[in-house]
Structure formats: C-alpha cells, structure tokens
C-alpha cells in the first residue's frame, strides 16, 4: 500500500470463496496471473465437504467443476446444475 492506495493484487488478495461439494467428485483449480494462465493447484472434494480458498498475488482466477455452491462476497451461485 502506498499512502491509502490499494494496487489491483492488493485488492485481490484477501478475498475468499467458500465451495460446498454437493456431490462426489468436485474439483477446484487455482489459475495463475501473468502472460500465461496455467492450473497451479486443484482439490477434489466429496459431498458436503467444503473448502475455502483465498485470492492471492499467484491466484488470479478459481475454476469449480461438478455440483457445487459457491459463496463469495458478492454473492452465491450454484455450478454444475
């Protein structure tokens, strides 16, 4: 931070996302920043498992697969129906 600025990474990091497994076999990717987005990390969650996962300055993007609900701070939403 410099004098009260937040950056864009800044802002990004910090925020969480909470997935709840509503079947066997959800998976969660972390996606990377930078010229080339790649998968840096997954987990594979079973039903009624949940996970919560943080926006950092390496994840820039999260991606669900399977029946899911996904809550953040703007909202929830549903995946996989």
Do not use: C, N, P
């Amino acid at each position: 931070m410099d004098g009260g600025t937040v950056t864009e990474d800044e802002e990004a990091s910090g925020r969480y996302i909470v997935v709840k497994a509503l079947e066997d076999g959800v998976v969660i990717m972390g996606l990377t920043r930078g010229k080339d987005t790649r998968s840096h990390h997954s987990e594979r969650l079973d039903a009624g498992e949940v996970l919560i996962a943080q926006f950092t300055g390496l994840t820039a993007a999260i991606k669900v697969r399977g029946k899911a609900e996904i809550m953040t701070d703007v909202g929830k939403v549903a995946s996989g129906l």
